[in-house]
């Protein structure tokens, strides 16, 4: 058994993974590498879904029964645990919404409905980046169509890193909001958050930060980033499925619209006109996702019995030795950087001329789970003219006996297409 410093007991940790131990096509051992797309859930948060329907389910607020309060105090306990978990300097800067997603679509429809100086406008522009996710471009598109303002972007360099030398063409005094991803979950680059953001508060530009592949792998610090907003979503990092997070300024927070009315976002309510919770109530109409809430909280509690510090640990020892193996392969291509050095644990990579589709299916038929296709990153594929690629990524309870069984999976691979 391959042994790497700074690995995680990942033995032990598996145990608390029931799904990991399923076998796939007829007895094959289950090989999760599709970590980046969703994380798998321990029983920790498993029991802490069931034990909430069973004992706790209610409607959460203003009820007055005890059903009604012990959901309300798990519900907002759930806030207290993720503004502890990203530093945040209050826990009424922390949103709950369904993911990364709805965050930042959430981001994009507040600046479109601000007053100054906040409003985004015709006279104004945007700055993303080309390695985004798709949920961190087509909103940004729809605000520029309905606003008028005006889209820009860093492209990107040859070995899959942003391309900020012309930083300050980019962003300038136009710019209302930049808004990036911290880590790429295509070609697992991490970004050079300071210099963009030092950049954007020369010109007075809001920044907002993709922490979707950051919060599950590394300790997130939202007053360390100095950003505006940080998005990122719970079930890659061990919580279920339906609940995200957006972390705001309060300040930002109060003075911006809310984007989403109903219930429970109200202060009072009549025919004429209405008025406002205060945040983060203000942002979050109608019944929130109370158990996700609860589900969500039970994995930061046991993500921090691990230590964030140690998950980055062993990832980085796992992605070096990944990267190592499969420059190993022959016609193998990674895309992005191939060093383990600031990137994230997923790597996406081409095998030849063998299409990703059929590089998965072959895996899968060894058991081996990874994801294939344009990862909702399809300009990146664009850029490096590929119409597509096989991505393979890394969590705590991934282990060097899983990417040797990719390797040896790929060479299947090569001998099965000839």
């Not at 889209?151 to 005094?173: K, P, Q, V």
């Not at 592949?213 to 990092?237: C, E, I, N, S, Y």
């Not at 690629?389 to 060097?400: E, G, W």
Request: glycine fraction near 8%.
């Amino acid at each position: 058994m391959t042994q790497l410093p700074g690995l995680l007991d990942t033995e032990a940790i598996r145990k608390d993974f029931p799904i990991l131990d399923r076998q796939v096509h007829d007895g094959r051992k289950l090989v999760y590498l599709d970590n980046a797309a969703t994380s798998q859930k321990p029983r920790q948060v498993l029991d802490a879904l069931s034990e909430y329907y069973e004992r706790y389910n209610a409607n959460v607020h203003r009820g007055v029964h005890v059903l009604a309060e012990e959901a309300t105090a798990l519900y907002e306990g759930a806030r207290d645990k993720v503004a502890e978990f990203i530093n945040a300097p209050s826990r009424d800067e922390v949103v709950f919404t369904k993911n990364a997603s709805e965050s930042l679509n959430l981001v994009a429809n507040m600046l479109g409905w601000a007053d100054e100086p906040y409003r985004v406008d015709s006279d104004t522009e945007i700055v993303i980046t080309e390695m985004e996710h798709h949920s961190n471009i087509v909103p940004w598109q729809l605000l520029a169509q309905r606003t008028g303002a005006k889209l820009r972007w860093f492209g990107l360099t040859d070995d899959g890193r942003l391309d900020l030398s012309n930083i300050e063409e980019i962003i300038t005094e136009k710019t209302k909001i930049v808004s990036f991803v911290l880590v790429s979950n295509i070609l697992g680059t991490h970004n050079p958050v300071e210099a963009i953001v030092r950049r954007a508060q020369e010109v007075g530009a809001l920044v907002c930060i993709d922490a979707s592949q950051a919060a599950p792998h590394m300790p997130l610090d939202v007053q360390a980033l100095q950003a505006d907003f940080v998005a990122f979503t719970g079930h890659k990092m061990c919580g279920p499925t339906g609940i995200g997070v957006l972390w705001g300024r309060q300040e930002l927070l109060e003075d911006l619209p809310p984007f989403l009315g109903g219930g429970e976002m109200i202060e009072t309510v009549s025919m004429h006109s209405s008025t406002y919770a205060p945040a983060p109530h203000k942002f979050e109409a109608g019944t929130p996702p109370v158990a996700q809430a609860v589900g969500l909280g039970a994995a930061i509690d046991y993500l921090a019995s691990i230590g964030m510090d140690k998950i980055l640990a062993h990832e980085q020892a796992l992605t070096e030795y990944a990267v190592k193996r499969l420059l190993e392969v022959p016609d193998l291509r990674i895309i992005g950087p191939t060093t383990a050095e600031d990137r994230g644990a997923a790597i996406s990579f081409t095998l030849g001329d063998i299409h990703p589709h059929d590089v998965g299916q072959v895996l899968d038929e060894q058991g081996i789970a990874v994801r294939v296709g344009h990862h909702c990153a399809r300009p990146v594929c664009l850029r490096y003219g590929i119409p597509a690629t096989t991505r393979a990524s890394f969590y705590l309870y991934s282990s060097p006996a899983e990417i040797d069984a990719l390797v040896d999976g790929l060479e299947h691979v090569r001998n099965f297409f000839g």
